[in-house]
Every structure is written in structure tokens, then in C-alpha cells.
């Protein structure tokens, strides 16, 4: 099992920046992939980015491209979300995901591919 804890959501204006943190914990080391998700009111759970824990591999969604960065913090079983020049229609939700399965390039992206999910954290991005 592997626990997944989000931290760092809140409320910011458009053009402005906020950095998610997830925790991981239990049997880390079974992690081949963690990934951001994004739910916003009235539509569906929808990819953002993926890091790999086996390479130096990330994955973008193309509307967060050159304006979010992922990162790994090993010694610390951490994921960061670095979100920059953010926009109102970013507001949603983020949850966290890991998977413990191999994956493939468009797998990374889909839901099913992840068997963790942390709580999620809340960003509203105001106009």
C-alpha cells in the first residue's frame, strides 16, 4: 500500500504562482510513476503531469505545457507541482496518483493506470 498526502493548494490571482506537494509513504519503493489529476465543478478527473521514479521521464498535459514543472524529491518520497502564470480555468481540485504497475507513454495519462490517490487540495484561481 502506498499513502499519498497533497499539500499547498489555496487561492491566487491569474498570472500568479502555487507549488503542490505530495507526500509519499507505506511501499514506496514498489512506485514506478506519480501523477497529478485535476477535477474542476461539473467535469471530469483529467490529466496534468506524471514523473517517473525509475527514470528522469515527465509527462505534460498540453494545456499546462511550459507553464507547470514536476519534480521528484527522493530522499524525501516527495512530488512537487511547480504552477506558474496560472489562469481561472486552472481552478479545480488537484489529487496525487501512483501507480506500482508499468506504464507506457499515453497509459502514464489515464486514470485507471493509478491505484493510489491522495485526498486532494483545493486551487482556485481567481480573474
Known amino acids: 500500500q502506498v499513502q499519498l498526502v497533497e499539500s499547498g493548494g489555496g487561492l491566487v490571482q491569474a498570472g500568479g504562482a502555487l507549488r503542490l506537494s505530495c507526500a509519499a509513504s507505506g511501499r514506496t519503493s514498489t512506485v514506478y510513476a506519480t501523477a497529478w489529476f485535476r477535477q474542476a465543478p461539473g467535469k471530469e478527473r483529467e490529466f496534468v503531469a506524471a514523473?517517473?521514479?525509475?527514470?528522469?521521464?515527465?509527462y505534460y498535459a498540453d494545456s499546462v505545457k511550459g507553464r507547470f514543472t514536476i519534480s521528484r524529491d527522493n530522499a524525501k518520497n516527495t512530488v512537487n507541482l511547480q504552477m506558474n502564470s496560472l489562469k481561472p480555468e486552472d481552478t479545480a481540485v488537484y489529487y496525487c496518483?501512483?501507480?506500482?504497475?508499468?506504464?507506457?507513454?499515453?497509459?502514464?495519462?489515464?486514470?485507471?493506470?493509478?491505484?493510489?490517490w491522495g485526498q486532494g487540495t483545493q486551487v482556485t484561481v481567481s480573474s
Open positions: 514523473i517517473s521514479w525509475t527514470s528522469s521521464s515527465t
Open positions: 496518483a501512483a501507480t506500482n504497475r508499468p506504464y507506457n507513454s499515453l497509459g502514464v495519462r489515464i486514470i485507471k493506470q493509478y491505484d493510489y
